[in-house]
């Protein structure tokens, strides 16, 4: 495909991702994807007991470590809106994917039947974890223009804040990437989504930018402590109560996970 060619497929993807229902979509390269923060630093953090996205997973892969498709050029990353007034999109029940990432991965499945269809370009449908062969969706999202990483360690976008759910695919064709877009509200912001964590686990720095080669470690400071998130998380699965979901005969724990630094976020309310 020229270069021509390839712009005008990239927009009217962008244009049949709204159409299969997803609210913001935006391209990655992968050789600036590669170079991001997470793909480069996740490999090298400590791994703790049962947390997920460093897990050694059944791909044999080191943990952090993540698998590129070899036709994989770049990226597209789609997201959902996850609003106040719609908790139930977030929830799992049991081994039930939310609703809201149903919606993800119907469009993102659907693209994969339309692309190929309608243009010289092959596909790939990323899943969700790392270690079963995912990629870190929210550099992606920032490079592609979606939003910037908050206070909250979070992708926060213009028009929905940090209230969105990501998923992404790869093409065979290298787009460029169509962001980082140089949004940052949290320069104006007095820090109200770290202040609401449960946890407190935007308290500290985790680790010292020396030990990865840094000047600074990113996450904005490196004030997100993951393993002191996932306690929350955990407690959040062992505090589950059993219910009947609808069209369901038998009953099953609800998971609400804890979304306070998401909550706390002013953007896009
Ligand atoms: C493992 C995982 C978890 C683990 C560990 C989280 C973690 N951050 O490490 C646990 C279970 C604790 C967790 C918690 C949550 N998660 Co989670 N999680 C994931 C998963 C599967 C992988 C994330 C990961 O391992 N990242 C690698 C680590 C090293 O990076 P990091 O700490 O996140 O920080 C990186 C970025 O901030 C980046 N970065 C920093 N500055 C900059 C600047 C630029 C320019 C760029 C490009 C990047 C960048 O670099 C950092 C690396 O050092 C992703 C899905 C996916 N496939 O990506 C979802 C995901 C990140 N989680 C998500 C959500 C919603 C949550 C929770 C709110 C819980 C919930 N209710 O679902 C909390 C929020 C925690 C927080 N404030 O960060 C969403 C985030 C959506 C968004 N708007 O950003 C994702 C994308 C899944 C989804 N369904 O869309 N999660």
Known sequence: MTNQ????????????????GVHLGGFANVEDLKA??????????PVVEKVLGTLAGEMELNPGEVKWPAEAKSILTVAVAHPEDRP?????????SPSGNKLLIRAVKALCDWIPAN????VFHFPYFIEHGGIYLKDAAVLAGLGCIGRNNMVVTPEFGPRVRLRAMALSVPIPSTGPSGFDPCVRCDDLCRRVCPQHAFDAPLDSPKNYNLG??????????????????RKDSDEAKAQVPEGCSESVKVLKFCRSCEWGCPVGK
Not at 5 to 19: D, N, T, Y
Not at 88 to 96: A, M, R, T, V
Not at 216 to 233: E, F, N, S
């Open 119 to 122: 243009f010289a370009i092959d």
């Open 5 to 20: 060619e390839i712009l005008s497929a990239s927009s009217a993807i962008l244009k049949k991702a709204k159409q299969f």
């Open 216 to 233: 600074v470690l990113p996450g904005r400071d490196g004030c997100y402590a993951r393993p002191t998130c996932y306690i929350q998380i």
């Open 36 to 45: 991001a923060p997470s793909f480069v630093l996740a490999p090298q953090l």
């Open 88 to 96: 139930e999109l977030d929830w799992w029940y049991g081994q039930i």
